[in-house]
């Protein structure tokens, strides 16, 4: 499997990459929808299917065109099946699937958690199975155990909101536009320590399931109590981010203590959150363990971990048949290691 084409359009980035056996991510290319969304306060699964045909093709011209390549030059197709928006995933799917029988060549639909988890790989500093991952995106917060391609055991995952709809959330509260989590962090920075104190939700108890929308309440009440001045807004984005960094910093020291594992591997979009690179870092340094974090465009949507994932697995064998099928959810935990097949 020379070199595969990855298509990713599950929410509000088009996302096309190519991945090559030898070279590495040859070129990488994301567009980013939140100027469609940003007006509205959140994705519009409508405006973002539609905002989807009409750049998918550009970008994946623009991909070629920047590695210098042709159609013909790719081997394989790889697109996001799930999980996500089902219109949006369509059009990937049906773009991808139409050039992979166009160019006769596999296609094959990726599990977008799975991308996001093999992200790292696409860094010259690898973990090696087995290793415990924080995926922590806006539509998931999950610690998985993986012991190897495709082998994932689910360890915890938030109970209702994940960390990212936390921040969005809670990023609208203050008045920041969409999307809130990078703004969050920015103001955030002006914040004064200890002003406020938020709960570390669910620390108290074992396990490693995990909660965030009692953290969204109480910002609120915060917010309404204590909100006269702006500095009070950057002091309830500090307590808010901190309380997140550090329930999260709990449990994946907690799931290394259960797992014996000493390489942990952060991916999805609050993934590029720096207070939590940071902490988990020392986290880990304490006890001996590494972690590994793919650079932030690497942890937000993008086509490259969808043309890493789907190149493992292409060059297994794997491939889908010229029917194709979207999964809105697709849990981790039924996915299986890649198959050869005839
Ligand atoms: O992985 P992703 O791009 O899309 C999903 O698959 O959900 O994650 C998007 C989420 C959003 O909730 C966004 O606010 C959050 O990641 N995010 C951040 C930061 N950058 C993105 N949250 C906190 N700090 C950041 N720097
Ligand atoms: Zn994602």
Request: glycine fraction near 12%.
């Amino acid at each position: 499997m020379k070199r595969v084409l990855g298509i990713e359009t599950s929410c509000d980035e088009t996302g096309v990459a190519i991945y090559d056996e030898t070279e590495g991510l040859v070129s990488n290319i994301v567009y980013s929808q939140s100027d469609l969304h940003s007006r509205y306060g959140g994705v519009v699964p409508e405006l973002a299917s539609r905002d989807h045909i009409r750049k998918v093709l550009p970008i994946v011209d623009a991909a070629l065109s920047d590695a210098n390549l042709r159609k013909g030059d790719i081997t394989g197709l790889a697109y996001t099946r799930g999980p996500g928006l089902m219109g949006a995933l369509l059009v990937g799917a049906a773009v991808a699937r139409s050039l992979a029988y166009a160019l006769r060549i596999p296609g094959l639909g990726v599990n977008h958690m799975e991308a996001h988890l093999l992200a790292p790989m696409l860094e010259g500093e690898r973990p090696d199975f087995p290793f415990l991952a924080l995926l922590v995106s806006g539509g998931h917060t999950m610690l998985v155990s993986v012991l190897g391609h495709g082998r994932y055991q689910l360890l915890g995952e938030s109970v209702d909101d994940a960390a990212g709809e936390a921040f969005d959330k809670t990023a609208k509260l203050l008045g920041l536009p969409y999307p809130g989590g990078p703004e969050l962090a920015k103001l955030a920075e002006r914040g004064t320590s200890g002003r406020f104190v938020f709960p570390r939700p669910m620390t108290g108890r074992p396990g490693l399931d995990m909660s965030f929308s009692g953290l969204k309440t109480f910002a609120l009440n915060t917010v309404k109590k204590q909100l006269r001045d702006e500095q009070a807004a950057a002091d309830i984005a500090l307590a808010f981010e901190v309380a997140i960094v550090e329930t999260l910093a709990i449990k994946c020291n907690r799931a290394m203590d259960q797992t014996g594992f000493k390489s942990l591997i952060v991916a999805g979009g609050v993934g590029a959150n720096l207070r939590l690179r940071e902490r988990l870092r020392t986290v880990a340094a304490a006890r001996g363990a590494e972690v590994f974090y793919p650079r932030p465009s690497y942890c937000t949507d993008n086509g490259a971990m969808v043309a890493l994932a789907g190149y493992y697995r292409l060059k297994a064998g794997e491939c889908d048949g010229l029917d194709f099928g979207t999964n809105a959810r697709w849990p981790l935990g039924t996915m299986l290691p890649p198959t050869v097949r005839d």
